[in-house]
């Protein structure tokens, strides 16, 4: 009870499909990357478990009407807003319904007020973010010099991933390979504009590609049990391998071997030991995780030299840092649209009462 | 990996503060609260604890900037959306924000595709929805014949707590009271539209209202430990209440000695136990949940000569049928905006290429 008898409006900023592409497209997709990958960076540098809270992956999982998930990661820095990406994952979408499988939102909630303060579109920046976190692990842990880079897989995330890639090293040379012969043949189309030498080849390359690059990833739809996706072999020295296409359990992508002689840095241990290639490991084999690596930079530079894996199963934070990212730069660009969602009573007694900023109909 | 290559457009349905207004206004308040009651009682009548999922309450408690939560709400019955509801606590707003201390959305996902079919305001939703329980309860429950109705606190829960019953009994006469003598009186003029006889009386009624009243509703924001809110005293034969205050561990509204008397009917066992009025009883001492009551029809009337509680925190599948009743209304009336949020890329694999429905602004 309160003598407070009136209700400020609100507004919730909605960056929809239109908004980020004309965020992509006014920005830059250089600095758009750029920016993601210096600010996860930040952001891993400062994380602190005493004010970061990240609440488990859960969801619905369901077979009907077809088999499928909606799952929510809710995270929460002190000060900062709660942000949850919610996730919808139904692998029959691109066949049966002309529809990605993944379709995600991401929202945050200010946390003085809890008003709904931005919902948007999180494909988009799924994949920057993922690409980005392999960006920030590809500068602490590649060799420091021109690179020849792997893909194994050439889906959407492949773009990202070569995308930050080429803006932490000089990439000489891509070899790159998917199951499928169409996504194969127009990847190279897809990354024209970062001007890299792509070369595609046929899938049987699996068994040979890990010997002759110095940057790998991994980034396939692999089945549960049907891992791993290349051989094991001799590898060049200082090898790195970001591993980011398992995100279930059963799933991995790389041979046991290669993981156990490995320095693996997961993103979020618990997560990649249910769900990631630290799943073949047993716990104490698991090294840090990315962000107490960067928190100990000495530590970082010496696995430069090392067979790195970084275990990337995408983690909360880093869709709080990519959200507000585009927040910050929607505003600053005048893109997304303001929205009048909630609607507050201007007597907070009475619900049926007028709102706040809504003119009676009648 | 899949022959599809390209998507189709989704749009996803905004119900925002205007579009509850006219809503309200377009099917007529009376009209909304019989969908309401009617389409609760049906969905506890087929509640089916096989196909239905709640997940616990959860979410983040914090102390700065300033005391407060965001938790959600999720549930899913097979078939149907997965329905979040959203809900922010912050109880320094009125005083310091002019802003209503509960803020809540609720969304749902098509679990076809995992496409987010709809977000709404859930502010209007959830008082509806809450009085609308309190409806069905009192319609199995309370004596059948014209009644006198009680109602201790008269802030915005009570309007369509007394709104929902007017439309399950003939009302001959309330009585209320409040602490905050502005919010009394003036609670006449936000129930006029029921036309019923209202007497706002003296805060300390507490001690006796008990033994005048039909139907007695509970709906206070009572401080944690510093219930009850009313006296224990003689009752009617077949008194019902409805308490709708307690939401949170320590907080009751009855005494002890009523609840111990009388059949208490939680809306949701486990959470009774944790935060309502159940906290005072052994566990075996509490009823069946609602549902289950409605499943029997028999053992309902018979507790309408008898003493019951309904213990009212809220549930999930409540807000469900509160979203779903609302979209539908909505779209029959042409009420609503069609919202391009999701990012779909044309070619699914190319997530910086041209999005379905995006014009390239560039």
Redesign the interface.
């Known amino acids: 009870?309160?003598?407070?008898?009136?209700?400020?409006q609100?507004t919730t900023t909605?960056l929809?499909?239109?908004d980020?592409?004309?965020l992509?497209?006014?920005v830059g997709?250089h600095e758009v990357m750029d920016l993601m990958i210096r600010r996860l960076g930040d952001r891993f540098r400062q994380h602190d478990l005493d004010t970061v809270?990240v609440?488990a992956r859960?969801?619905?999982r369901?077979e009907?009407?077809?088999l499928?998930?909606?799952e929510?990661m809710?995270t929460?820095e002190?000060?900062g807003p709660?942000v949850?990406k919610?996730?919808?994952?139904?692998p029959t979408?691109?066949?049966q319904?002309?529809?990605?499988s993944?379709?995600?939102?991401s929202?945050m909630?200010d946390?003085?007020?809890?008003?709904?303060e931005a919902?948007a579109?999180a494909?988009?920046l799924t994949?920057?973010r993922t690409g980005a976190a392999s960006g920030v692990a590809t500068a602490l842990m590649a060799v420091d010099r021109p690179i020849d880079v792997g893909l194994v897989g050439?889906?959407?995330q492949a773009?990202?991933q070569l995308h930050a890639i080429t803006r932490v090293r000089d990439v000489r040379r891509v070899i790159g390979f998917?199951?499928?012969a169409?996504?194969a043949d127009?990847?190279r189309s897809?990354v024209a504009?970062l001007g890299v030498d792509v070369h595609v080849v046929p899938p049987d390359r699996a068994a040979t590609i890990i010997s002759d690059v110095d940057v790998l990833c991994t980034c396939t739809?692999v089945d549960i049990g049907a891992g791993p996706v290349i051989s094991d072999g001799v590898t060049r020295p200082g090898l790195h391998v970001n591993a980011v296409g398992a995100d279930f359990p059963g799933k991995v992508e790389l041979p046991r071997s290669l993981v156990e002689r490995a320095t693996v840095i997961p993103d979020t241990r618990e997560q990649c030991e249910l769900e990631g290639e630290c799943q073949q490991l047993d716990r104490a084999a698991v090294g840090p995780e990315l962000f107490e690596l960067i928190k100990a930079p000495d530590e970082g530079e010496g696995l430069r030299d090392r067979l790195t894996v970084f275990d990337s199963t995408g983690w909360a934070v880093e869709d709080d840092v990519a959200l507000r990212l585009a927040v910050e730069l929607a505003r600053a660009h005048g893109i997304g649209n303001e929205?009048?969602?909630?609607?507050?009573?201007t007597?907070?007694?009475?619900?049926?009462?007028?709102?706040?900023?809504?003119?009676?109909?009648?």
């Open positions: 009870m309160t003598d407070q008898r009136s209700s400020r609100l909605v929809g499909a239109d980020l592409s004309t992509l497209d006014r997709r809270e609440r859960d969801g619905f369901y009907k009407p077809d499928g998930l909606v929510w809710p929460h002190t000060g709660v949850v919610m996730v919808g994952y139904h979408n691109p066949v319904r002309g529809l990605p993944v379709i995600a939102t929202s909630w946390t003085e007020t809890g008003h709904l919902i579109d494909t988009l994949a920057l050439l889906g959407a773009v990202t998917d199951s499928d169409e996504v127009t990847f897809r504009f739809s929205v009048h969602l909630e609607r507050l009573p007597d907070p007694y009475d619900p049926y009462g007028p709102a706040v900023g809504v003119t009676p109909s009648r």
